[in-house]
Nanobody
Framework: QLQLVESGGGLVQSAGSLRLSCAAS????????IGWYRQPPGKLREFLAS???????KYADSIKGRFTISADNANNIVYLQMNSLKPEDTAVYYC????????????WGQGTQVTVSS
């Protein structure tokens, strides 16, 4: 069964950095896209960044210039480097992977908590 396992969350001070990791149990090339979402307390889950068809990166406007998505295809890991963190970045961060064929299916990790103190 396909698994996505996030790690790297924690408590960090404002302006600090964290790097999240998402380890997939299968090759990243089997996905149409893989990326990151987050859900702040009391809010809806929101898109942050993704890698589409192995090479095209997309970012939400809210994190452009501060967060960077990258992939280690040899080890099936996707990273989210987060710099200049702000208290409003506090959220549970989720890894997401999408397959289009034979059916359109989304897979989710269990989430990792990121807390940014002011």
């Amino acid at each position: 069964q396909l698994q996505l396992v996030e790690s790297g969350g924690g408590l960090v001070q404002s302006a600090g950095s964290l790097r999240l990791s998402c380890a997939a149990s299968t090759t990243l090339g089997s996905f149409y896209s893989i990326g990151w979402y987050r859900q702040p307390p009391g809010k809806l889950r929101e898109f942050l960044a993704s890698i589409v068809t192995g090479s095209i990166t997309k970012y939400a406007d809210s994190i452009k210039g501060r967060f960077t998505i990258s992939a280690d295809n040899a080890n099936n890991i996707v990273y989210l480097q987060m710099n200049s963190l702000k208290p409003e970045d506090t959220a549970v961060y989720y890894c997401n992977a999408n397959r289009r064929f034979p059916n359109n299916v989304d897979y989710w990790g269990q989430g990792t908590q990121v807390t940014v103190s002011s």
